[in-house]
């Protein structure tokens, strides 16, 4: 099994910054951490848990939702099993619990449903 813990949300004001983290544990069948794509989501109240960026096994490519291509960046540190979304600029409809995403099949899929491990969720509020 696979665990992911995110971290870093908050509260900021519209326009700044805030940085969100998700850390793996554990193996899969003695999988790597560099085996997995990464995705990030986020749900807003009401709302179905949508996409926001991808990531694959190396770092090498990644795949970013239309309305935070610009503003949004995603990383990973597959020596310290750490995912990181950068996000700048933020809007109050960036407002949402977001969530990592795991699969031990590194293709760039953007469908919720495709992941098989989740973390618990962070909340990010963008205040006006």
């Known amino acids: 099994q696979v665990q992911l813990v995110e971290s870093g949300g908050g509260l900021v004001q519209a326009g700044g910054s805030l940085r969100l983290s998700c850390a793996a544990s554990g193996r899969n069948s003695g999988r790597t951490f560099s085996s997995y794509a990464i995705c990030w989501f986020r749900q807003a109240p009401g709302k179905e848990r949508e996409f926001v960026a991808h990531?694959?096994?190396?770092?090498?490519?990644?795949y970013f939702e239309d309305s935070v291509k610009g503003r949004f960046t995603i990383s990973r540190d597959n020596a310290k099993n750490t995912v990181h979304l950068q996000m700048n600029s933020l809007k109050p409809e960036d407002t949402a619990v977001y969530y990592c995403a795991a699969k031990a099949i590194d293709t760039m899929v953007t469908v919720p449903t495709w992941y098989d491990y989740w973390g618990q969720g962070t909340l990010v509020t963008v205040s006006s």
């Open positions: 990531i694959n096994g190396r770092g090498s490519r990644t």
